[in-house]
């Protein structure tokens, strides 16, 4: 059986101002053409205030254990659009554009709209026509996209019925990135509720011959709990191979290695550990 855990973890971006102090969370991060690195996320000033969370911030830096720039924010909320805050940007690239899906809210937590933007330099971002691509619930948010064989799957957390029950990492497939196919569950964890639960965050990656789920916050904020499997969409309880001290958490490759990321409410931005797989 395969352990997995992360190194020590060292901060590399603080978004804070010289009076005031400032948190990210739910993020992404993707290297540009030229090799440059882009942080986007969930911002607002400490104390926590999720449903004041209006913008998402954008830091870019030649190496991610940085120095990171810190620009002005990516993308602020659209009040004529429905939008009534923005959570957990995730961004991929597609031909000539990037693709950032989020959670732009909506009066209905039942149906809660998954947002769109397009760009094609990381910097200006359009939102599309199209958005939201689509609706769910219980707050159905903190999409995670990427390409498996010959179709896009987004990852992200819903509960196994609109109105509440148990949290699950709920997926759906795409052709180009804009057309989803009905939702179906890659992941059903005990525990019952509505809004934040502990399949926040999902994130899949393939490592050697397998597929490794993150969720959190679990047991605790900061804890990231990893299950392994050999069907990306499928993922058990008793699955679990290891736990990471980290929120929010989102893994990168860089230099030959997989590397997991830590931030959240209090936790004096961004950090960055070795993900480390060991038999």
Known sequence: MVGVRAGEFRHIYDPSEPDRRWYINDHTLIQDADGRWHLFGITHPEPPDPF?????????????HGPWTKHPPALTVDR????THLWAPFVVHDGDRYFMFYDGGGTDRTATGMGLATSTDLFHWTRHPDSPVFRDGYDARDPMVRRIDDRWVMYYCATSAPTGGNHIVAYRTSPDLLHWSDRRIAY?????GTGAGNTESPFVLRHADAWYLLIGPRPDYAGTEIFRSDNPFHFDTSDRVGHVPAHAAEVITYDGAHWITHAGWGQGGVALARLLFAR
């Not at 059903?188 to 019952?192: G, I």
């Open 80 to 83: 004529e659009r429905g939008e």
């Open 188 to 192: 059903t964890d005990p525990a019952t």
């Open 52 to 64: 004041d969370e209006t913008e998402f911030a954008h830091a870019t830096a030649d190496d991610p």
